[in-house]
């Protein structure tokens, strides 16, 4: 069964709303969550990387004051896309992890598809 | 700088074999990750390699050369359902992962 769940899986939302994703791993600690985001035909971009009870790392040219992270507890991370607009239009996607070392895999959530009309 | 090549877009029959190659540099290397992904869906983990040498997982095999920074993903007896792209991602001296930007596989009846 699903080890990370990420809700919701789709969402429509008008241009300037806000719009918050959950990511939750079920059954570990996820000592580290990673944001990504998917454009159509292109592979995974990471935005972020939340560790628990710090702040996110943002990948250049992510704005954080436009993608909010909140790695609230060791199973809860939150995406809150402020002001969206069009363009932010997307498919987003959280990943957990419970060690960055050795083989630990990335356990994915099912992924958000964001449109911003 | 960091790259993963892979390539764009590979063909195959249903029951055949298929090899995906991916090439590798890195600052580093804390192992590589092999991830399949049906379109519209998150992706699924397939293998991991660290040390050199090939990984089976029933029709699914993976290969590591650290020397040539370079690893392949083999699959056998082709189903249709293994129509996916297929992402290979490189753990680097941080414990980043990088991300190739995925092999789209199309199998044909």
């Known amino acids: 069964g699903a080890v990370v769940s990420q809700h919701p899986s789709r969402v429509i939302c008008k241009s300037g709303t806000s719009v918050k994703i959950e990511c939750r791993s079920l059954d570990f600690q996820a000592t580290t969550m990673f944001w990504y985001r998917q454009f159509p035909k292109k592979s995974l971009m990471l935005m972020a990387t939340s560790n628990e009870g710090s702040k996110a790392t943002y990948e250049q040219g992510v704005e954080k004051d436009k993608f909010l992270i909140n790695h609230a507890s060791l199973t809860l991370s939150t995406l809150t896309v402020t002001s969206a607009h069009p363009e932010d239009s997307s498919f987003y996607i959280c990943s957990a992890i419970s060690s960055r070392g050795g083989n630990s895999p990335l356990h994915f959530g099912n992924g958000t598809r964001l449109t911003v009309t | 700088g960091q790259n993963i090549d892979q390539p764009t877009e590979m063909t195959a029959t249903e029951g055949a074999i298929v090899q995906i190659n991916c090439t590798y540099q890195?600052?580093?290397?804390?192992?590589l990750f092999w991830y399949q992904q049906h379109a519209g869906e998150a992706p699924t983990f397939l293998s991991y390699?660290?040390l050199d040498g090939l990984e089976e997982k029933g029709r699914f095999s993976s290969f590591l050369s650290r020397s040539k920074g370079y690893s392949y993903l083999l699959l056998k007896e082709l189903q249709m359902k293994d129509s996916a792209s297929y992402l290979c991602?490189?753990?680097?001296?941080?414990?980043?992962?990088?991300w190739g930007a995925g092999t789209k596989l199309i199998i044909k009846p």
């Open positions: 991602a490189v753990k680097d001296s941080n414990y980043q992962l990088i």
């Open positions: 390699n660290v």
């Open positions: 890195t600052s580093g290397f804390n192992g």
